[in-house]
């Protein structure tokens, strides 16, 4: 970690204190188990074909720390922002009101929500609908969609019909995206019946990676924040664990791991990526003494959602039993914006049709009948650092 101020995720506070008196023994088998990995050949995880390009490459002991400072200024609220003079304007409540389309050349909310749904062509072509969808407050390359104001995001927060259909809005995106999403009071989220089709469209469209750092941070700005921790362990399960979706392996160490508000959430996710990282002795997302000695909470089996999908009947994937070696594209990683400026692209987002019968303001961490809840324990500082 060559420059901690620009990551909050390690700061220490009286459980890191506590913690590191039982730091000495366990911290020296850690070392131990990781000498073992020096001698990994990292070029196995991925195939050649599918390895990233120099220029978004962080996986041998360098960080990218654009990316970190633009998450820590996320997640501390924008300290530098100046927040625009509206006069009473407020596009993006407008929008979620179903008042206007969205520009250019756009349609209503209702209508995303209720036509978009499997319109999968649309959803990855047109690139300029996804800041409308998921507004944040600062600007992106749709010079028609405002930033959103502080006024806004109080209103977002406490309007239970603009709830509903960022909820929807949410379920859309995870659609597109081949992910369903299993229960709206913990978050939790498994693999779509079609998700081969989807992963593979996200393996090798990458300006999706920006479209999902969009949507994650969005969801913390608007009062979802617990959404965005079961979503981020869900693609470390794919891109580390089933390694299916190479191209997004990359945005989800640098950007998605660090729009998780929460901080223990965050250690939580940043500690699993840790131990299926390989060779573990090059994993740069956090100080290694400090992972070592962290005490993570039960989590829930990996990818129970998918294997829910194959009881319920669907093809079983081929490669379902071991890692896939199929080879896909460079993951995106940099500034996103520069990144979406050069391809001509915006940052999109994904719709669901119907929404569930069960509140999207039910308390954070409700337990799931026949599972752990995702992160059961609730942090002292919850979605603030």
């Known amino acids: 970690m060559d420059d901690p101020d620009c990551d909050s995720t390690w700061e220490e506070d009286e459980e890191d204190a506590e913690d590191a008196e039982d730091e000495d023994g366990e911290a ?13 050949d990292e070029e196995s995880e991925q195939p050649r074909a599918a390895r990233p390009s120099s220029l978004q490459s962080r996986m ?3 960080r990218n720390w654009r990316a970190t400072r633009d998450m820590c200024r996320y997640r501390h609220n924008y300290p530098d922002l100046v927040e625009r003079d509206c006069n009473g304007d407020t596009p993006n409540l407008s929008f979620y009101r179903n008042e206007i389309r969205f520009l250019p ?20 072509d047109n690139h300029s609908y996804i800041q409308w969808l998921f507004p944040l407050r600062e600007p992106g390359v749709n010079w028609h969609a405002k930033p959103l104001t502080l006024r806004e995001v109080e209103v977002f927060k406490s309007s239970q019909e603009i709830q509903e259909r960022l909820v929807r809005a949410y379920e859309l995106m995870l659609g597109f995206y081949g992910i ?3 229960d709206r009071g913990t978050g939790t989220v498994g693999r779509a019946q079609n998700y081969q089709k989807r992963f593979q469209n996200l393996n090798w469209r990458s300006h999706n990676n920006l479209r999902i750092t969009r949507i994650l941070k969005s969801l913390g700005e608007l009062g979802l924040e617990h959404f965005q921790a079961p979503l981020v362990r869900f693609f470390l399960e794919e891109t580390l664990v089933r390694r299916e979706l190479p191209g997004v392996r990359q945005s989800a160490l640098d950007y998605f791991m660090f729009a998780v508000r929460c901080r223990h959430q965050r250690r939580q996710l940043v500690h699993f990526a840790w131990e299926h990282f390989r060779p573990r002795c090059k994993f740069v997302w956090g100080p290694q003494d400090k992972l070592r000695r962290f005490k993570p909470s ?6 129970e959602g998918s294997r829910k999908v194959e009881e319920e009947g669907s ?4 490669d379902h039993e071991s890692p896939s070696e199929t080879p896909g594209p460079s993951p995106a990683g940099p500034a996103e914006d520069e990144l979406a400026r050069s391809q001509g692209l915006q940052k999109p987002p994904g719709l669901a049709a119907s929404s569930p019968p069960s509140s999207p303001l039910r308390p954070v961490f409700a337990g799931a009948v026949g599972r752990a809840a ?12």
């Open 28 to 40: 020296a088998g850690a070392r131990d188990a990781d000498a073992g990995d020096e001698d990994e």
């Open 60 to 62: 041998t002991g360098s």
């Open 105 to 124: 050349n756009g349609c209503f909310i209702e209508d995303i929500l209720q036509n978009w749904t499997d319109n999968y062509d649309l959803l990855e």
């Open 180 to 182: 369903r999403l299993e």
């Open 298 to 303: 039960s989590l829930p089996h990996p990818l």
């Open 315 to 318: 093809p079983r994937d081929p």
């Open 374 to 385: 995702f992160l059961s324990l609730v942090p002292s500082k919850a979605f603030s650092e």
